[in-house]
């Protein structure tokens, strides 16, 4: 949608953690490796959060940091000239298994298991059609509706306002969110088929 259009900016704002990172010894793979492990830990934290509220503000923060370090691993990459295939499809594994543990968070802590199947499916179909028109030949897709980085917007904004903001019209935040990640999802995921497939006729 809008946030995947501000790469350029985000990578400005990147250079001191790039540098960082180099200082420090950090390789974009082991980078992957934390944003992922940050993704389980706001899962984790989103499960908590229907016993326990506050709990979705820490996996909000958790899932802005995971968002942040998946810029940084390609962005290092980038600068050490170490970026590879077998870089990237790492990474893309990390980030399809971050997108399971963070919905089923969300929808085990709520026990909404068929929405969040239905939500988990959207965001995976999304991510599938994107890598998929490169497999046909095409350039990776990453237009339609709802990307990744917007995505991980969402789900950190109204995991940060949960625990202030319970229910909207007589519905649970959360409950709307996978709502809207469900529809939006498979929407994106149609979008991009259709692109693809214009591209290819």
């Known amino acids: 949608m809008t946030l995947d259009q501000l790469r350029p900016v985000a990578d400005r704002a990147l250079r001191p953690f790039v540098s ?3 200082q420090a010894g950090l390789t974009p793979d082991s980078i992957s490796v934390i944003a992922f492990l940050l993704a389980g830990g706001a899962g984790w934290a989103f499960y ?12 909000a923060v958790l899932v802005f940091l995971n968002g942040w370090l998946d810029l940084l691993d390609g962005a290092l990459a980038r600068e050490l000239g170490t970026d590879s295939k077998a870089g990237d499809l790492l990474d893309h594994v990390l980030d399809r298994y971050a997108d399971i543990v963070l919905i089923a968070g969300l929808a085990a802590g709520l026990e909404a298991f068929a ?10 179909m999304t991510s599938y059609l994107g890598t998929q028109a490169q497999a046909v030949g095409l350039d990776r897709v990453y237009g339609g509706l709802v990307g990744r ?3 991980l917007a969402l789900i950190g904004l109204v995991g940060g306002i949960a625990p202030f903001v319970g229910s909207v019209g007589g519905y649970s935040v959360i409950v ?18 259709y692109y693809s497939w214009r591209a290819l006729a």
């Not at 908590?48 to 996996?59: F, I, K, N, T």
């Not at 929405?115 to 995976?124: D, E, F, P, Q, S």
């Not at 709307?176 to 088929?193: E, M």
Request: glycine share 14%; proline share 2%; aromatic share 10%.
């Open 20 to 22: 960082a990172s180099k």
């Open 115 to 124: 929405l969040g199947l239905a939500a988990v499916t959207g965001v995976l």
């Open 149 to 151: 980085a917007d995505r």
């Open 48 to 59: 908590l959060g229907d016993s326990a509220p506050m709990w979705y503000l820490v996996g």
């Open 176 to 193: 709307l969110l996978l709502g809207f990640l469900a529809v939006i999802g498979h929407f994106t995921a149609l979008q991009r088929f």
